[in-house]
């Protein structure tokens, strides 16, 4: 068994530090190893079956932003423990020269002041390096270098996004991609219909096949089609699905006598979506397939038996349609879930494996849900999303990318009960901070050239929703801030 250990300075405030079970070790490229945290005082100790040299990742409190996951260098087993604040700073610098020197590289002007930032980070961090026989000393002056590092982050990745839209709007007449928001019935309302016309060009219908077919062969297509007129009635342009839930409970009920047969489970589940496709056809154009496929949890079934279930239905819509779009959908992409030793394959894997056995896959749609646990992803940093984007691009195929975040700390009674708001973001989320968080990535993944699309995970907080305060709309029907930050996309691009 590998066994990496760390220790925290000094011992008192870091009581009230919290995350540290969610913690885990990575390789060398990225696959998320089974990880066990075990804390004993000021020690930090980490378990895995292998004892290659990792990277051990964590959210971390850092002042004015939050408890971000930060990741150290790749290190080596040994005895003797590592500082874990020193080596935090030291990964997080590590990462952001590393992205620095390589967009300059490709002639991106680095601003001045990332420079004089990352400059003062660095000097904080080798103070900190060479005092570490003076343990509280070495953290303090590496949590200033982290953030610090942290500021420089947010400097260069402001410059990235300003002059990669800049180039964007100069050489296209088009918008660098879609922007588009999942409605639900709020959305009949005459401020919901004014807020889609200015907002977004494109809808997304989703299609719960429990509710649906509720009981086996009868099917209610009330709520769809009204969304779906209401769309075409609005010239948007429309993407709909998921079709097939494979997370928790996201398959109807009377299938459960089916979850073991390989045979006809498959075959019901076609059917579905054959029979969706079919009655849309002409009407929608681009599809998610099946989500949650990399993490299950619907009918207890294997991570063998979703891949080819993923397989088999994607291989049904192309068959029915074969001129439309047809997207997976992807849940916590970083893989995070990788720590808990239930899967073998990581995201980018199980997208992979599908794009190898099925060559009709247009694209992978990423669920970016910041701030929610179980379930969601941990907080991130405009570079971690950046470095992630770049990762999934790989692939060459489309990338969507659905948001969500919470405006509120507060309970949510419409909300999903298993889903809680478990860290904040540069403070106690809001409405304004969740504008803010908007503002900084909607821009961000529009300048990335894999991502065709960007996406509001749910429209309005008024009715049952799995994400508590993510919606565009507050429970009481006012929009909230977070929607100019799509607003300004669609009208910068007019302007440019």
């Not at 292998?50 to 959210?59: I, L, R, W, Y």
């Amino acid at each position: 068994m590998g066994v990496m250990r760390f220790e925290i300075h000094p011992p008192e405030p870091s009581q009230s530090w919290s995350d540290w079970p969610l913690g885990y070790i990575s390789g060398v490229d990225g696959r998320i190893f089974a990880t066990r945290v075990e804390r004993d005082g000021n020690s930090l100790i980490c378990k895995r079956s292998q004892n290659d040299s990792g990277k051990f990742s964590v959210p971390w409190p850092v002042p004015g932003f939050g408890r971000p996951v930060i990741t150290t260098a790749s290190l080596l087993e040994r005895e003797q423990p590592y500082l874990l604040p020193l080596e935090l700073a030291r990964g997080k610098l590590s990462d952001l020269r590393d992205q620095a020197a390589a967009w300059e590289l490709n002639r991106m002007a680095i601003p001045d002041a990332y420079k004089s930032v990352q400059q003062e980070a660095f000097r904080h961090f080798a103070k900190a390096s060479s005092s570490q026989a003076n343990p509280a000393a070495a953290s303090e002056m590496a949590n200033h270098a982290i953030r610090l590092a942290f500021e420089a982050t947010e400097i260069l990745m402001g410059a990235y996004t300003i002059q990669r839209m800049t180039s964007i709007r100069k050489t296209s007449r088009h918008a660098p991609g879609l922007l588009g928001c999942l409605l639900n019935k709020q959305t009949a309302t005459p401020a919901g219909q004014q807020i889609i016309r200015d907002c977004f060009d494109t809808a997304g219908v989703t299609f719960d096949w429990k509710s649906i077919e509720a009981s086996e062969g009868q099917y209610d297509w009330t709520e769809v089609d009204q969304l779906v007129q209401f769309c075409s009635e609005q010239r948007k342009i429309i993407r709909g699905g998921p079709l097939v839930q494979l997370g928790e409970n996201g398959l109807p009920d009377w299938l459960t006598p089916w979850k073991n047969d390989v045979l006809n489970l498959p075959s019901f589940v076609c059917d579905f979506v054959d029979t969706v496709i079919g009655r849309y056809a002409g009407l929608i154009r681009i599809w998610e397939v099946s989500a949650a496929g990399n993490i299950g949890g619907a009918l207890g079934l294997s991570e063998e038996h979703r891949l080819a279930l993923v397989a088999r239905t994607l291989e049904a819509a192309i068959k029915k349609d074969a001129d439309s779009q047809f997207f997976i959908r992807i849940e916590q992409p970083w893989g995070e879930y990788q720590r808990e030793g239930r899967h073998r394959l990581s995201p980018f894997q199980f997208v992979d494996a599908i794009i190898r056995s099925c060559l009709g896959l247009t694209g992978v749609s990423l669920d970016l849900n910041i701030g929610y646990a179980p379930n969601g992803c941990y907080a991130r940093d405009l570079l971690s999303i950046s470095r992630l984007i770049d990762v999934w691009s790989l692939l060459g195929i489309q990338l969507h990318v659905n948001l969500a975040c919470p405006s509120s700390m507060a309970h949510d009674d419409q909300a999903d009960p298993r889903m809680q708001v478990n860290a904040d973001w540069k403070g106690p989320w809001s409405p304004e901070l969740q504008a803010d968080w908007f503002e900084e990535v909607v821009p961000l993944l529009l300048a990335k050239p894999a991502v065709t699309g960007v996406f509001l995970q749910h429209f309005s907080d008024a009715i049952p929703h799995r994400y508590p305060h993510a919606g565009a709309l507050t429970a009481s029907g006012s929009s909230k801030p977070l929607l100019d930050a799509f607003r300004r996309q669609r009208g910068g691009h007019t302007m440019g």
